[in-house]
């Protein structure tokens, strides 16, 4: 009875403490500008479980679900908002299940803050890791035909990752194909024999870039 007694929701995070504000809130290695949303406390466990994540948390302790009369102010959305606009946060990463209900809080939260000058971003969704692609299922993977896929040069060609977008014909080998296959057409009309083609077929499909999700 007294460690329940103990319990309260952190003023800052809302995640279960038997403090006023959580030890990760008052932590000074934590980066401020970074805020996760998540539906529970067990969620922001696993989050830590990563090591990977350095930023600060808000726990929602629930997810929309009209049919159960789970509205907005059930899941202290409110208070995610004024712990937004306090100047500090500038990114808010969501991070709720894809599930129906997840998906639409996530939706709703990005709706709220829009007019508070935020970058908010969603977590990827894909393969496990050591999973193969006939075990997924096809949600999974037509997710990511959906979605824009991004890159960047990394120094050789058709090597990218994720900072930029790759537009038609920015990667060199692409370029070098669009002259190549200029050339020839100036060949065809001028009715001259065009140099040997020094690329492969396969050079488009280098340049197609990897999309490499951070959250």
């Not at 460690?3 to 401020?32: P, Q």
């Not at 971003?121 to 997924?136: D, M, N, S």
């Not at 020094?198 to 340049?207: A, F, G, N, P």
Request: charged share 30%; proline share 6%; net charge neutral.
């Amino acid at each position: 009875k007294g460690a329940v007694e103990r319990i309260r929701h952190c003023a800052l995070c809302n995640t279960f403490t038997e403090l006023e504000v959580c030890e990760i809130c008052t932590s000074g290695k934590r980066d401020k500008a970074l805020l996760c949303v998540v539906e529970t406390p067990a969620d922001l466990l696993m989050m830590e479980q990563t090591q990977s994540y350095r930023g600060l948390y808000f726990v929602l302790m629930g997810k929309l679900s009209p049919l159960d009369g789970i509205g907005p102010r059930d899941i202290h959305l409110d208070r995610l908002v004024r712990r937004a606009s306090d100047g500090v946060v500038r990114e808010i990463i969501l991070a709720t299940n894809f599930t129906v209900e997840g998906e639409a809080t996530a939706h709703y939260i990005s709706e709220m803050v829009g007019d508070i000058k935020l970058t908010v971003t969603r977590i990827a969704r894909g393969l496990p890791v050591g999973g193969e692609l006939e075990h997924v299922d096809s949600g999974t993977l037509a997710q990511y035909f959906r979605r824009p896929r991004r890159g960047k040069k990394r120094g050789k060609p058709g090597e990218y990752h994720a900072d930029e977008p790759v537009q038609p014909g920015n990667c060199p080998d692409h370029q070098q194909n669009e002259k190549q296959q200029q050339q020839q057409e100036n060949c065809r009309v001028l009715k001259c024999e065009p140099e040997p083609a020094k690329h492969s077929d396969l050079l488009t499909e280098r340049c197609q870039p990897v999309a490499y999700r951070f959250w």
